[in-house]
């Protein structure tokens, strides 16, 4: 199984911030890297796909990179509705891993 | 715009069998997208059980693939999950998904998630 590893696992930011979250991917998945935003008690919510493709409807602010072994998920400037946990998944080779998650707080 | 909505006993003893269905309104379950199911166990991160075409094809996670199996009706616009032998491991909230049909794999469209609690 590929396994991802995203960086960090908890970060604390301000309203206006910009952040990066990492993921490393423990062989090369080509660019067959999606972003997942979850909010407490809520389903996932699809954001990025094939690294840096914004779904319909996903704000500007995000933005996604990389390729080979290494992604980034940025935010430009944090909106209140931004705090949630992040999860990048492979779509590489099944089984379809996802990373442990990035739970991104308010400073 | 496609809806789903799991649904199931929320309770399964151990060693038996978990069965959920989702129900997809809004869209054809029969149409050019796979359909899948993830688990998350409490306070943790999210796990792919497999997906599902309407033609019946088929991918799982091999850790759990001697106990899953997905089907799908298309008759009532449905899929399910059986997870036979289901431990206390097992308990974890379950999402039914629509899949991107812009790149493989990856669920776009999910349901609200219901809780599967394994205990006696």
């Known amino acids: 199984d590929i396994q991802l590893t995203q960086s960090p696992s908890f970060l604390t930011a301000s309203v206006g911030d910009r952040v990066t979250i990492t993921c490393r991917a423990s062989?090369?998945?080509?660019?067959?890297v999606n972003w997942y935003q979850q909010k407490p008690g809520k389903a996932p919510k699809f954001l990025i796909f094939g690294v840096s493709n914004l779904r319909s409807g996903v704000p500007s602010r995000f933005s996604g990179s990389g390729s080979g072994t290494d992604f980034t998920l940025t935010i430009s400037s944090l909106q209140p509705e931004d705090f949630a946990t992040y999860y990048c998944?492979?779509?590489?080779?099944?089984?379809?891993?996802f990373g442990q998650g990035t739970e991104l707080d308010m400073k | 715009q496609v809806q789903l909505q799991e649904s199931g006993p929320g309770l399964v003893k151990p060693s038996e069998t978990l069965s959920l269905t989702c129900v997809v309104s809004?869209?054809?379950?029969?149409?050019?997208?796979?359909w899948t199911w993830v688990r998350q166990p409490p306070g943790k991160g999210l796990e792919w059980i497999g997906e599902i075409y309407y033609s019946g094809d088929t991918n799982y996670n091999p850790s759990l693939k001697t106990r899953v199996t997905l089907s799908v009706d298309r008759s009532k616009n449905q899929f399910s999950l059986r997870l036979s032998s289901v431990t206390a491991a097992d308990t974890a909230v379950y999402f039914c998904?629509?899949?991107?049909?812009?790149?493989?794999?990856?669920?776009?469209?999910w349901g609200q998630g219901t809780r599967v609690t394994v205990s006696s």
């Open positions: 062989q090369s998945i080509s660019r067959y």
């Open positions: 998904a629509r899949n991107s049909q812009t790149i493989v794999g990856a669920p776009a469209d």
């Open positions: 998944q492979q779509s590489y080779s099944i089984p379809y891993t």
């Open positions: 809004g869209d054809s379950i029969a149409t050019s997208y796979w």
